[in-house]
């Protein structure tokens, strides 16, 4: 395959060499003896400087893809380095533009480029976002192979709700053989969480993990919901304490935030690099090295919570929405407000009621709690839901009773207790928010190729 900008940059050729590069010109700036022409092959945010003959730039504006040859030089005072096209050298327009092209050399607001779902990962902001995502993709794959877990690959199609939540998007069919528009005369959903599968593959191979498209049909219409979003989930076999989970994650969302503040292969320059506003970019760099501060992440219980967010509404230090009771579900607005304001960074809750929490949950010995964790950070609030499961036959048996399940339907799973149940546990993160977190992304909308949202499917 032909190199890259990217990889001209990495490993520059000597200088006077020739070169010939590919891409899409994002700025022509013609004067009379000379003329700068800024070329993107999306491979980095860095803009590769060509100098062209004025000769050369007949047809060239923002949005033509070219090839050009030229010699490899350096460039006049800032020792960077451009490509010198000269009068003898090639200028070769690949594919032009229509007049309606939308991108111009301006800044366009997320918004605006959302409307343009084929033409927004050009811009700089968002193509950077996209290889963000392709690089803690690659990191979180390098966690979890040196830590001995298998990636897996559990089905999207499912016939159970795992969540308990009734968010279901329901499968139907068009092919009317059967005599019904249901998945072979069956019941089948798009999957809300690949975990039940998880757990039977772990009473297998012990350490899993996957990193799986999940459907949520929820009308939250705000900036961190989708109705198809990834969600990587882990399962873990033997182990018997909430903290082993939250201290794994801790790990895990560690490894992602090194390779990023190391600058590896230069993936932190490049976010950086492609933030418009150097305040954006400062605030990205102080959530890495917050996440990376602390050799222990602060870890409360949700009754600890409810204080601590009970007392400062009391004392007038904050003045929520929604008054914080025990028993109730944190709201966004109290989840942000511990991580943000109280503990300055991420905070890990454990031990919610148990009535608040799906029904596979391990009961804790209060009887009114469950041993479960969130990992809250600032700005997004609920980063990772995950627990211990229950591994005991009979109680789950019981809880599915008591909240008038469908035992029928997830009778597969149950039947994992009778056949060498261990103690084991697992969690959920959305791949969509720790993107958001880590590159400083305002709405969730923009760190998903294709977002699927209450107000959103555009193409
Ligand atoms: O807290 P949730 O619902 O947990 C589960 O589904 C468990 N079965 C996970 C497990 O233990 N294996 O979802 C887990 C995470 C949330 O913390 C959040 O980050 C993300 O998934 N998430 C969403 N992300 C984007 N859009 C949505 N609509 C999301 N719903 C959940
Ligand atoms: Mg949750």
């Known amino acids: 395959v032909p ?76 020792g960077a380095y451009e490509l010198k096209v000269g009068p003898e050298d090639t200028v070769k327009i690949l594919g032009d533009i229509s007049e309606t092209y939308p991108l111009q050399k301006k800044f366009h607001s997320s918004q605006f480029l959302r409307t343009i779902p084929e033409f927004r990962y050009k811009t700089n902001t968002l193509g950077a976002l996209m290889r963000l995502r392709s690089n803690v993709d690659f990191s979180l794959n390098q966690f979890f192979n040196t830590s001995g877990f298998y990636k897996t690959n559990p089905p999207l199609v499912t016939s159970s709700d795992c969540e308990g939540a009734g968010e279901l998007f329901t499968i139907e069919s068009n092919s009317r053989q059967k005599g019904d528009t249901a998945f072979f005369g069956k019941k089948a959903y798009l999957t809300v969480s690949t975990q039940l599968h998880l757990e039977v593959l772990c009473m297998a191979l012990s350490k899993v993990w996957t ?15 989708l109705s198809e ?15 082993q989970l939250t201290k794994f994650t801790e790990e895990m969302i560690k ?85 943000k304001e ?4 991420p905070v890990f809750v454990t031990d919610y009621p148990k009535e608040q929490k799906p029904f596979y949950m391990l009961l804790n010995s209060d009887n009114k709690t469950v041993a479960c964790y969130d990992l809250l950070v600032p700005e997004i609030g609920e980063l990772v839901g995950g627990s211990l499961r229950e591994h005991d036959l009979k109680k789950l048996q019981n809880e599915i009773e008591r909240r008038g399940m469908n035992a029928e339907e997830i009778e597969w799973y149950v039947k994992l207790r009778e056949s060498g149940s261990v103690p084991h546990g697992g969690f959920g993160m959305g791949f969509e928010r720790l993107l958001c977190y880590l590159g400083n992304v305002d709405n969730i909308r923009d760190a998903i190729p294709f977002p699927r949202a209450v107000d959103s499917c555009v193409c």
């Open 3 to 78: 190199a890259s900008i990217l990889d001209v940059f990495k490993y520059p050729p000597p200088l006077s060499s020739r070169l010939s590069v590919r891409g899409w010109v994002t700025a022509v700036r013609a004067q009379k003896k000379i003329a700068f022409v800024q070329l993107t092959d999306g491979t980095t945010s860095q803009t590769l400087q060509c100098i062209l003959d004025p000769s050369l730039v007949k047809g060239l504006k923002t949005g033509v893809s070219v090839e050009l040859e030229g010699s490899w030089s350096e460039s006049k005072g800032n």
């Open 229 to 243: 979003f990834w969600m990587m989930e882990v399962e873990i076999a033997f182990v018997e304490d909430v903290h």
């Open 255 to 339: 490894a992602t935030v090194r390779p990023l503040l190391e600058d590896h292969n230069g993936i932190g320059t490049d976010i950086k690099d492609s933030k418009r506003d150097p305040e954006v970019a400062k605030e990205m760099e102080l959530r890495w090295k917050q996440l990376l501060a602390k050799e222990d992440w602060d870890c409360i219980t949700y009754t600890k919570a409810i204080e601590i967010l009970a007392g400062a509404q009391r004392d007038g230090t904050v003045k929520f929405e929604y008054e914080p009771v025990w028993g109730d579900s944190l709201q966004s607005e109290h989840e942000k407000w511990l991580a």
């Open 342 to 345: 109280y503990f300055k960074g």
């Open 211 to 225: 990193l799986s498209p999940c459907f949520r049909a929820e009308e939250s219409d705000t900036n961190r919901h």
